[in-house]
């Protein structure tokens, strides 16, 4: 040890006088706590995971439940405006979306991803909302925006006023859809944090589910509730997030951001249900405090004297730095291949696909009401065992599973579209391989472009890194949702084509970039990306932790 002690005075002297005093600090430090890594880098688990570690953390299993109804209302819009979109009833009163309108595809194409346009404003807007007011207060208020959209849509009378209804329903969508995973992923255990952040796939699908097969059943009322009606229900789950959350705790995460120590710790236990003294809970709440301390000390150094308008400007761009690229890249990078890997197309034109395929309208209907349902069981097996299963082979394998049913699509509509009557069986063959793509997703992306954004940045970051990646996933859903119908309309099987091209390159993605995230702590995704750290900054984590332990 004094050899280490003779270095650490060398390195001093090298230092200027305004740096020796916190380099000794960090070198006092470093003695004190030792060479081993901290403990906060070290195994943490609560207990088991999948279904056992669900049944016996029904406090947090509850919160991530209620708060993952955020994505409800996402899969809700989504029903609802696959099957609107075909009735008479709605052609009538907005004729623009009617086939007869000479630009019906880039009306009905607008009219959906208005809503995508909306939702990525939102995302831009509610990460500084979440980290000034909370992540519960912005669900709330994301929740009263939301609730006017939908208000508007209901009584829309024309084109225009629907248009606008969507894109105000969108930002409380987007905000909704961020919001829900941003405080999962707070609020897990390490073990149950995938699993956990997989419901709130599960929730878009069962919204789609609800909204779809209820609208199936108002289409047969008379005037205009038969499409009304569906867009006013949506309030219901809504408000149920907004009023529903406050009776769980704030992000113990958030808590630590804002100072508020001891309630930090009081949420974490009330959390875990264990008591505050707890060796994995003291272990899981000195790591929260060490990462937001060391986080709020290398701020000062990379941008002092900046003020509060230009370090949130920093805030932004720090995510594009060395120090943050990896995880910028990968949070950024599911979100995009989720999309255009063809899931919306799907889920907003599947009438037009069965169509295409040979099905007429009752049966087209049918078999897009299945399209969810197929996704829901589909969501099960992650639900169970992602936490297990890891996230980064599945992304691999996903992305492979997903383009070979796209690949067989194209070659079977570029053959047989012409005569589909007489290929009955060909066209059932095209069916079955939607399914087998719906399948696919559902296991992989679906919950995978939820669940790794949420995870890998650190706390100080998070909401803004969480932010940037709904607000892809949004973006690239507003292009999709606008390009589809040209698509189909102009280039007919090479829609399947794009779509195999992109799940493909997903695949590739992943194994070049995506590490594994299963069981670590939130405060662990510096070495799971290995992050590169300067010895003054290795010193300066371990004197933050020397002093979280001793306060």
């Not at 997903?402 to 069916?431: D, F, N, Q, T």
Request: proline letters at 5%; glycine letters at 10%; hydrophobic letters at 45%.
């Amino acid at each position: 040890m004094s050899s280490q002690t003779h270095s650490d005075k060398d390195n001093t002297h090298e230092l200027d006088s305004g740096q020796r005093q916190s380099s000794e600090k960090d070198a006092d430090a470093m003695n004190a706590v030792g060479e081993s890594l901290p403990e906060s880098y070290e195994k943490l688990s609560y207990g088991s995971d999948g279904l056992k570690g669900i049944i016996n953390s029904p406090f947090v299993f509850g919160a991530a439940l209620l708060a993952s109804l955020g994505g409800f209302s996402f899969g809700y819009d989504q029903g609802v405006v696959s099957l609107i979109l075909t009735l008479p009833q709605f052609q009538s009163q907005f004729p623009e979306v009617a086939p007869d309108d000479p630009h019906y595809g880039f009306h009905q194409g607008f009219l959906t991803g208005m809503l995508e346009l909306g939702a990525f404003l939102g995302c831009l807007f509610y990460p500084k909302l979440a980290d000034v007011i909370s992540r519960k207060w912005g669900l709330t208020c994301a929740v009263l925006v939301y609730t006017l959209g939908a208000i508007i849509q209901t009584a829309a009378m024309n084109y225009a006023t629907l248009v606008v209804g969507r894109t105000i329903g969108g930002i409380g969508v987007g905000t909704l859809a961020m919001g829900a995973p941003l405080y999962i992923s707070e609020i897990a255990p390490p073990e149950l944090r995938g699993s956990l952040l997989v419901l709130e796939q599960l929730s878009i699908v069962t919204g789609a589910i609800i909204s779809y097969w209820i609208t199936y059943g108002t289409r047969s009322m008379v005037g205009d509730w038969q499409f009304r009606l569906p867009f006013l229900l949506q309030i219901v789950p809504a408000l149920g997030v907004g009023i529903g959350i406050h009776f769980f705790p704030y992000s113990p995460r958030w808590l630590a951001l804002k100072g508020r120590r001891k309630e930090c710790l009081e949420s974490l236990s009330i959390l875990r249900r264990l008591p505050m003294d707890d060796h994995r809970v003291q272990q899981e709440w000195k790591g929260i405090l060490m990462e937001v301390h060391f986080q709020a000390e290398m701020d000062a150094r990379e941008h002092p004297n900046a003020g509060a308008f230009m370090l949130e400007i920093y805030s932004w761009l720090d995510l594009f730095k060395p120090k943050y690229i990896k995880r910028t890249i990968v949070a950024l990078g599911l979100p995009f291949f989720q999309q255009f890997s063809g899931i919306n197309a799907f889920e907003y034109y599947a009438p037009t696909f069965f169509a295409a395929l040979g099905q007429d309208y009752e049966m087209s209907l049918i078999l897009t009401g299945m399209v969810n349902i197929c996704q829901f069981v589909a969501v099960f097996p992650a639900l169970l065992y992602l936490d297990r299963l890891g996230r980064r082979n599945l992304s691999i394998w996903g992305g492979i599973a997903m383009g070979i049913p796209h690949a067989i699509m194209a070659g079977i509509v570029g053959k047989y579209s012409c005569c589909w009557s007489s290929y009955r069986g060909v066209g059932w063959l095209g069916v079955a391989l939607i399914y087998i793509y719906i399948l696919a997703y559902g296991v992989s992306y679906g919950p995978l472009a939820w669940c790794l954004p949420a995870e890998v940045f650190p706390n100080s970051r998070r909401a803004k890194g969480v932010g940037l990646a709904t607000a892809t996933n949004w973006l690239s859903n507003f292009v999709i949702g606008v390009a589809v119908p040209p698509m189909v309309i102009g280039i007919g099987f090479g829609t399947f084509v794009f779509f195999a091209c992109f799940c493909f390159l997903a695949a590739a993605f992943s194994y070049f970039f995506i590490p594994e995230t299963s069981g670590k702590t939130l405060e662990q995704m510096d070495v799971v990306f290995g992050d590169n750290l300067g010895e003054q900054e290795v010193f300066m984590k371990r004197r933050i932790l020397r002093d979280v332990t001793v306060s």
